[in-house]
């Protein structure tokens, strides 16, 4: 199954027409965006099931993992926002200094205008959906492109969308890379992509001919640090099941692994237990593992494998596009795996002797989008402080994701700004800045030929 290119006659039209809807006023009102947002939540529940269908036919996606990583996470978001999106774009009183007396100040927040929402395949209902409630929370409208990877997903996100709003408000844009250029080509008032660093420099060239403004959800090699202290059972269970999630094709998921000499026969025979705990002892049997999106993504992970000894795992089927959970072993950080993001269930392995060695290597690299370090809370806080992520957990993996009070995002080649919960609606709006003065008194200090400058000097 294909989708059709969206016309760039069409694109033009669904542009101009939502900048119209936007000009008018039509979504300032804050009950109108909490009914939108209602009806989003309505299409979800309504939409439910379709959704998990075309989700297990792109990518073999169980309904449990589908509820659970899709759409429960856009449900629980849209719920956040209609609890507080009242006191978010409530204005914000600031303090006066006493130089601006009878001035008074305050922060207003205004939707940025219209939005542009580039989804990737890997979760495409959550990261389309996501966006879209920050930016109906903050009053914008919006273009959303679903990836034609997935074209199930997208034809029924297509679907509902249009059953939903009218597309002067929201509408969906469906194609291929073509389609992706013509859309950069046309002016926005916010651009919210979510896909690899590469494609993010594309849409920031793009972005730059129009000054637009950018949030960038990229990716990177997230490394897992697995220190001499850590509790080995418990590590290797929440380390298999973020690799296993969506068959390491997450951009948070655990890219590779840096575990202490020590423990690390140890921690590979446990990864290897929980490996088969999670899956059965033939992953390729269970209805939870996810399997790889395209022909061209399984080719480049088999690429992986001549890049270390396999000792875990190694077994794969082309025709079915199934890969097993693998584990290299010796490794050189010059290889092709440990330079490119993975986006599957490989983890290359590397050892070290001093956790102090661990952090200089993660430092010598990229900043990533995430950063996992399993042992004591203490040499947790430590790898904090000298590293950079765009979130981490400590003794967990992917959970950050899961909490809509936190902010998500990257940092550096990973991403630039963020979003979930209040940072959602910040994101698509401007914190306008405004100083409202009386008539009633009109002090001359500020004026030419500025009298009393030496009364004036001692006041500011």
Not at 120 to 132: E, G, T
Request: hydrophobic residues 40%; aromatic residues 8%.
């Amino acid at each position: 199954m294909r989708v059709a290119n969206t016309s760039t006659e069409r694109i033009d039209r669904i542009v101009a027409a939502q900048r119209e809807y936007f000009r008018s006023g039509a979504t300032l009102d804050i009950a109108v965006r909490r009914l939108a947002l209602r009806r989003l939540k309505e299409a979800l529940r309504k939409w439910e099931k379709p959704l998990a269908e075309a989700l297990w036919s792109d990518l073999h996606k169980s309904y449990e993992e589908a509820y659970l990583t899709e759409i429960s996470i856009v449900l629980g978001e849209i719920d956040n926002h209609l609890k507080h999106v009242a006191r978010w774009s409530a204005p914000e009183r600031r303090r006066t200094p006493l130089k601006m007396f009878p001035s008074r100040s305050r922060i207003i927040s205004e939707p940025l205008g219209t939005a542009l929402i580039v989804a990737p395949w890997n979760y495409p209902v959550q990261l389309l959906l996501n966006p879209l409630v920050g930016a109906i929370s903050a009053g914008c409208t919006a273009v959303l492109k679903p990836s034609p990877y997935v074209p199930n997903v997208a034809t029924v996100i297509e679907k509902m969308i249009a059953d939903t709003f009218d597309e002067e408000y929201i509408a969906t844009v469906q194609g291929n890379r073509d389609v992706n250029a013509a859309l950069l080509d046309r002016r926005y008032d916010i651009i919210f992509f979510t896909g690899s660093p590469s494609l993010g420099r594309t849409v920031m060239t793009a972005a730059a001919r129009h000054l637009t403004p950018v949030v960038l959800e990229l990716g990177g090699k997230s490394p897992c640090i697995v220190d001499c202290d850590a509790k080995i059972d418990v590590a290797a269970r929440r380390i298999a099941w973020g690799k296993c999630l969506n068959a390491g094709q997450t951009c948070i998921a655990p890219d590779y692994l840096l575990v202490h000499k020590a423990v690390k026969d140890e921690f590979v025979a446990a990864l290897d237990r929980e490996f088969k705990s999670l899956l059965g002892k033939d992953p390729h049997k269970s209805r939870h593992f996810v399997r790889i999106v395209s022909d061209r993504a399984f080719e480049r992970l088999e690429s992986y494998l001549a890049d270390g000894d396999i000792i875990v795992g190694g077994n794969r089927s082309r025709e079915e596009r199934y890969f097993e959970p693998t584990v290299l072993d010796n490794v050189s950080p010059d290889a092709p795996v440990m330079q490119e993001e993975i986006f599957g269930p490989i983890f290359p392995l590397l050892t070290f002797d001093d956790t102090q060695k661990a952090i200089d290597f993660v430092c010598s690299r990229e900043k990533p989008l995430a950063l996992y370090y399993f042992g004591s809370r203490e040499m947790g806080d430590i790898v904090l402080r000298r590293t950079s992520s765009g979130g981490a957990c400590i003794n967990d993996t992917i959970m950050h994701i899961a909490n809509e009070n936190l902010p998500f995002g990257g940092v550096g080649n990973s991403g630039m700004s963020s979003y979930h919960g209040r940072e959602s609606f910040d994101v698509f709006s401007h914190r306008r800045a405004v100083v409202t003065t009386p008539t009633w008194l009109d002090l001359p200090f500020r004026y030419m030929p500025y009298r009393m400058f030496a009364l004036v000097k001692k006041i500011l």
